[in-house]
């Protein structure tokens, strides 16, 4: 997946500012990237142990690896959408109900970035979409979850596309959870750093 790999290099190097539609696209991008990157790939090298060189060097391994990294990006970037909602809205004033409108619209534009995963089915894009649109109108039944709360229930989508033997990683999906759950606490942490939100909201959601 070389380009999640590019997005996902140096992300945590640099300094930045989330000032518009586009950065706040660039930023949800890279995160949900590094979120499989992390979840997946570390976890495999620590499950495999001192075996896991060996492991990454098998073809049959790899392919499989590159579709489960295509298959949790869209229930990460979901994460991701749901945390920047809860973080925004209450800068968005009584245009708070736009959010997940506005939000899938920027999702739409980062996921035309990508072609249609090799193997994957031609409405894999689609069906992503529809996935964080969900997520997204969920988050109107109340105030904002708790963000260690938001990785339900889309962790077990992660769990489910994890290219190991089920019989091995049948008890690990706590972990693969808290380690999600570690992550967008610190992604959370980083945008509200990094957001401008008198300008970010007008962006996103259009001058009044």
């Known amino acids: 997946m070389g380009l999640f790999d590019k997005v996902v290099a140096g992300l945590f190097g640099k300094s930045e500012t989330i000032a518009d539609r586009q950065a706040l696209a660039d930023f949800m991008d890279s995160r949900a990237a590094f979120l499989c990157q992390k979840c997946v790939v570390e976890f495999c090298r620590v499950r495999a142990g001192v075996y896991w060189q060996k492991l990454f060097s098998e073809a049959e391994f790899?392919?499989?690896?590159r579709q489960s990294r295509w298959q949790s990006y869209p229930p990460a970037f979901a994460m991701?959408?749901?945390m920047v909602e809860g973080a925004t809205r209450q800068f968005a004033g009584q245009r708070q109900r736009q959010l997940p409108a506005a939000l899938e619209a920027v999702t739409a534009e980062v996921f035309q970035r990508y072609p249609v995963p090799d193997g994957a089915p031609a409405d894999f894009w689609d069906e992503a979409l529809v996935l964080v649109r969900e997520?997204?109108?969920?988050t109107q039944a109340g105030p904002p979850r708790p963000v260690k709360d938001m990785t339900s229930p889309t962790a077990r989508m992660i769990f489910e596309a994890l290219p190991l033997h089920k019989e091995i990683v049948t008890h690990d999906f706590d972990y693969?959870?808290?380690n999600l759950r570690m992550n967008l606490l610190r992604f959370h942490e980083d945008f509200v750093a990094a957001a401008r939100f008198e300008t970010l909201v007008p962006s996103l959601l259009g001058e009044e």
């Not at 790899?62 to 690896?65: G, M, R, S, T």
């Not at 997520?135 to 969920?138: E, G, I, M, S, T």
């Open 62 to 65: 790899q392919e499989k690896l």
């Open 135 to 138: 997520r997204l109108q969920a």
């Open 80 to 82: 991701v959408a749901e």
């Open 176 to 178: 693969i959870r808290n």
